[in-house]
């Protein structure tokens, strides 16, 4: 990271939201398309059927998952879900940063993230905030991408496993999870303690073990039994969604037609 432009580094806000205010009813409801306009981090308080198209990319709306977003990118909330977001930029003079719009996309995964509910409700202003309460404000933002720098550094640093046997069996563990739980809410927690570790371990393990969070892992697992079933049966779609475990439609065709090139019916007439 720059050095110069950490000494710049103050963060100003520039505004706050509950999803919650206008609740969705149903999984095609949409917040509509928009144009990121500065630096958001979000908070997926709960979800049913919710994800966010992130620059034409379905990101599933895990509780608890904590989302980055850089100015420019499109992004649309759709389906059933509740978040909080803070809009921020990095100093006054709105400059960016290659470091900052380097992040990714998703940083803490179902439970992972060092701050909850009440971290990002706190981060609402009033019309007026008081100096104490701006100056506040930037103190628990800085502290929040504290955590997320070091989130990135533990990310990056090389973990050593001892013995292949031993670095598979909990992974096996995992995999017997899903096999089993795919058509059932999966959550990070539930494959870590199925592997018998803490999450963040299972999580850097997992993915130098399948090149893929686990969370990816279940999706991409979801989608083979749905294009199975595409294959295999003359179910309509909406039901084999239900039956891979999926729970939002919007989600699946997006998901489905991102991985494979088709959207799930024209997967089927094309390999049928």
Not at 140 to 150: A, N, R, W
Request: proline share 6%; charged share 20%.
């Amino acid at each position: 990271m720059n050095q110069l432009f950490v000494d710049r580094l103050s963060p100003v806000f520039a505004a706050w939201h509950d999803s919650g205010e206008t609740p969705h009813m149903y999984s095609s409801d949409t917040y509509g398309k928009r144009i990121v306009q500065h630096y958001e981090i979000e908070y997926i308080v709960s979800s049913r059927s919710g994800y966010i198209v992130t620059n034409s990319v379905p990101l599933q709306t895990v509780p608890h998952t904590v989302f980055f977003r850089t100015p420019l990118m499109t992004v649309e909330g759709i389906g059933v879900y509740r978040s909080l977001y803070v809009e921020l930029d990095l100093n006054e003079t709105k400059e960016r940063d290659p470091f900052f719009d380097s992040f990714p996309s998703i940083f803490w995964q179902a439970g992972n993230a060092p701050i909850d509910i009440s971290y990002f409700a706190s981060l609402s202003l009033s019309e007026s905030p008081s100096t104490a309460d701006k100056l506040l404000w930037k103190a628990k933002i800085l502290q929040l991408l504290v955590y997320m720098l070091q989130y990135l550094e533990e990310e990056r640093r090389p973990v050593s496993f001892d013995g292949e046997e031993r670095r598979l069996e909990p992974i096996k563990h995992a995999l017997s999870y899903i096999q089993l739980h795919f058509q059932e809410p999966i959550t990070l927690q539930n494959l870590a303690d199925a592997a018998g570790y803490s999450s963040y371990y299972f999580c850097k393990l997992f993915k130098k073990t399948t090149q893929l969070t686990p969370l990816q892992y279940v999706v991409r697992y979801r989608l083979e039994q749905a294009k199975k079933l595409l294959l295999t049966t003359n179910d309509p779609a909406e039901t084999i969604m239900l039956n891979a475990g999926f729970r939002n439609y919007g989600y699946f065709w997006r998901t489905f037609k991102e991985i494979y090139g088709y959207s799930p019916q024209a997967y089927r007439n094309h390999n049928r």
